[in-house]
C-alpha cells in the first residue's frame, strides 16, 4: 500500500476540502454550539478551511507558518497565543508536527480542540504514550466517506484510499466516544469551493 512520505522541511500543503470542515461542525460538534464564539485555525494555508469555519464562528482567527498569502504568517508552535485565548482551534496540522500542535491546541483553547488526521494517526506507541494516555480525544469522528487531499491545490474530481478522521478534545468531558461522519459530501459542497 502507498503511503505519502513528505520531506522533513516540506509545508506538507495537503489542502482540506471545505465540505470536510463544513461536516466536523455540522455533523460532529453541532453548529448551534459554535455560532458566538471564536476559533483559530493555525495551519490556514490558503483558507481552505478557515473560510467555512467563518461561515459558523463569530470569528475566526487564521494563520500560517507559510506565506501563502491568504493570513498572517505565524508559527503556532512558536507564537506567544495566550492560554484559554480561543474557544476552538481547528486545524489540518502537518502530520508530522500533528502532535505538538495537538499538545499546543489544548492549551490555546477554552471549549476544544478538533484536528483532521490521516485515521492512523490513533495509531502510534510515541502517540499514546505522549497525548492519548494522559488526554484521550473525547471524540473520534470517522468519515464514512473518502476526503481526498492533493498536494497544493483542492480538486473537485480527486480520489484518495487513505482514511480521515477528526480528532476531538471537548475541555469538560470526560469520556471518549467514537462516531462516524455520515455520507454528506454533496449536501456540503458549495460553488467556488474548489476556486
Known sequence: MAQRTEPKDSADDFPTPPWATRALI???IGKEKVRELTCLEPAAGR???ARPLSEYFREVDA???N????CPVRDFLTHPYETRSRDWVITNPPFRLAEEFVERALVVARSGVAILA???FLE???RYENI???RPPTLFAQFTERVPMVKGRVDAKASTATGYAWFVWENGVQSSRLAWVPPCRRSLERPGDYL
Open 26 to 28: 455540522e455533523h460532529v
Open 47 to 49: 483558507g481552505y478551511m
Open 63 to 65: 494563520s500560517d507558518a
Open 124 to 126: 502510534s506507541v510515541g
Open 132 to 134: 492519548f494516555k494522559k
Open 118 to 120: 490521516r485515521t492512523v
Open 67 to 70: 506565506p501563502y498569502g491568504f
